[in-house]
């Protein structure tokens, strides 16, 4: 069965630089959601997406914007990257109103 | 708001047998779903089971099953005939029905580390 794709698997960024993550989700789920995971920490909320409008914000920073595309993939948009930026991105897509389905994530390093 | 709790930092089963790991949350919505989440090693994280809170029957997948207790806003996870391969961090969820009108966002406790000893 086919998954939810991010890319890239892993990012090394400098202070201040800016990166873009790529979430795909699986076929026909219109919903995305994007969390970030510190290290030893709980999965947090940051956005989601139905039907390309942003559907719910949760603790993300200014810097960061995010959006959702024709084709349902979505894009986390991070700029002027800090070293507390360091964490696991992941991307989850469902059907509305029923369970998410976790990508594998992006790791993102910033030093 | 809704919370989510889980009071063991760590826990740890002999391989073959049965471990309960606990979950309690808080809310004041009526409707809303409960997730028992698995991350292993390689941080992916893999849905384990869910429940619906109008539904009175816990859900069972194989090895796994809740014990889910409405009133008491509890929601634990009984793992049966451990395998090592259920060497993971698990987390508890929470996420609101649709229904509500609220966020579909999934609301994390902060895990519990499952050690299989073999």
Same mark, same amino acid.
């Given at each position: 069965?086919?998954?939810?794709?991010?890319?890239?698997?892993?990012?090394? &960024?400098? &202070?201040?630089?800016?990166?873009?993550? &790529?979430?795909?989700?699986?076929?026909?789920?219109?919903?995305?959601?994007?969390?970030?995971?510190?290290?030893?920490?709980?999965?947090?909320?940051?956005?989601? !997406?139905? $039907? &390309?409008?942003?559907?719910?914000?949760?603790?993300?920073?200014?810097?960061?914007?995010?959006?959702?595309?024709?084709?349902?993939?979505? $894009?986390?948009?991070?700029?002027?990257? $800090?070293?507390?930026?360091?964490?696991?991105?992941?991307?989850?897509?469902?059907?509305?109103?029923? $369970?998410?389905? !976790?990508?594998?994530?992006?790791?993102?390093?910033?030093? | 708001?809704?919370?989510?709790?889980?009071?063991?930092?760590?826990?740890?089963?002999? =391989?073959? =047998?049965?471990?309960?790991?606990?979950?309690?949350?808080?809310?004041? =919505?009526?409707?809303?779903? *409960?997730?028992?989440?698995?991350?292993? +090693?390689?941080?992916?994280? #893999?849905?384990?089971?869910?429940?619906?809170?109008?539904?009175?029957?816990?859900? @069972?997948?194989?090895?796994?099953?809740?014990?889910?207790?409405?009133?008491?806003?509890?929601?634990? *996870?009984? #793992?049966?005939?451990?395998?090592? /391969?259920? %060497? %993971?961090?698990?987390?508890?969820?929470?996420?609101?029905?649709?229904?509500? /009108?609220?966020? =579909?966002?999934?609301?994390?406790?902060? /895990? @519990?580390?499952?050690?299989?000893? +073999?």
């Amino acid at each position: 069965a086919a998954g939810v794709i991010q890319s890239p698997r892993h990012l090394i &960024k400098e &202070k201040r630089e800016t990166a873009t993550l &790529k979430c795909y989700p699986i076929p026909r789920h219109d919903t995305v959601y994007w969390y970030q995971q510190g290290p030893g920490q709980d999965p947090q909320f940051l956005i989601s !997406f139905y $039907e &390309k409008m942003q559907s719910d914000k949760g603790s993300i920073p200014d810097r960061f914007s995010a959006q959702q595309f024709s084709d349902y993939h979505s $894009e986390l948009n991070m700029s002027s990257l $800090e070293l507390g930026d360091s964490a696991l991105y992941f991307c989850a897509s469902s059907p509305l109103g029923l $369970e998410q389905y !976790f990508g594998p994530g992006t790791r993102l390093t910033v030093t | 708001a809704q919370t989510v709790t889980q009071s063991q930092p760590e826990m740890s089963v002999q =391989e073959a =047998e049965t471990v309960t790991l606990s979950c309690t949350y808080d809310t004041s =919505e009526s409707d809303y779903y *409960l997730f028992w989440y698995k991350q292993p +090693p390689s941080r992916q994280m #893999i849905l384990v089971i869910r429940q619906e809170a109008y539904k009175q029957q816990n859900a @069972t997948e194989n090895r796994f099953s809740v014990n889910f207790q409405k009133a008491a806003k509890s929601f634990s *996870l009984k #793992i049966s005939d451990s395998q090592l /391969g259920d %060497a %993971a961090m698990y987390f508890c969820a929470y996420r609101s029905a649709p229904t509500q /009108g609220g966020s =579909e966002k999934l609301v994390f406790g902060k /895990g @519990t580390k499952l050690t299989v000893n +073999p």
